[in-house]
């Protein structure tokens, strides 16, 4: 009994040496840790508001805006960044699940049905968050000259107009198709008929 109790203490002492060895040793430095710890904590901080994190990324967008007309330049940075947002925007306001895809039925069909809330494929904090990096890096790339590739710009304007029409085109008749709306809060509300109990 007593070589049996040394034996289990031996491992769990080995497995305690291993665990604070692992812990201990870290691939990040100091800096970088944080670094990162002050970013999710900004990062928590504005999470709650959600019309001021919008106000920002206006804000950003205003100004990047303004950069392209000052430096009369940097075309594609901007096509580049269009194309991003427009593939955001898509996954903002497209379903998680595809009804089409899925072998049960996600959203109801008919009125007796149950409710089930739109869960989108990505969701309003992260289409924030990668439009505001997407915009801050368009911001920085316009301050290095070597980006600014000479294009015929209007044949960029051109070819996002119709990309963006067709993939909004695209996107609406698979709503109007699987009777969604993205913009939806919460579960429906039924008129009382005025008598109260």
């Not at 392209?68 to 955001?88: A, D, K, P, S």
């Amino acid at each position: 009994v007593v070589q049996g109790h040394s034996a289990r203490y031996k491992i769990v002492a080995s497995m305690e040496f291993y665990t604070q060895e692992i812990q201990g040793c870290s691939s990040k430095p100091e800096f970088l840790r944080s670094c990162e710890v002050k970013i999710q904590y900004l990062y928590d901080a504005v999470t709650p508001h959600a019309v001021g994190r919008w106000c920002f990324t206006v804000f950003l967008i205003l100004f990047y805006i303004l950069r392209i007309f000052i430096t009369q330049g940097y075309h594609l940075v901007t096509y580049v960044m269009g194309i991003f947002l427009l593939n955001r925007l898509v996954d903002f306001l497209s379903p998680k699940i595809v009804p089409e895809s899925s072998t049960d039925e996600v959203l109801p069909t008919k009125s007796s049905e149950e409710f089930r809330p739109f869960l989108r494929q990505l969701s309003e904090l992260k289409f924030w968050n990668s439009c505001t990096i997407c915009l801050f890096i368009s911001i920085i790339c316009t301050y290095w000259s070597f980006l600014d590739i000479p294009v015929v710009w209007p044949i960029l304007v051109m070819y996002f107009v119709i990309l963006f029409y067709l993939t909004m085109k695209r996107q609406i008749s698979h709503m109007i198709k699987y009777r969604y709306l993205p913009f939806t809060y919460g579960k429906p509300r039924h008129q009382s008929s005025g008598m109260r109990f």
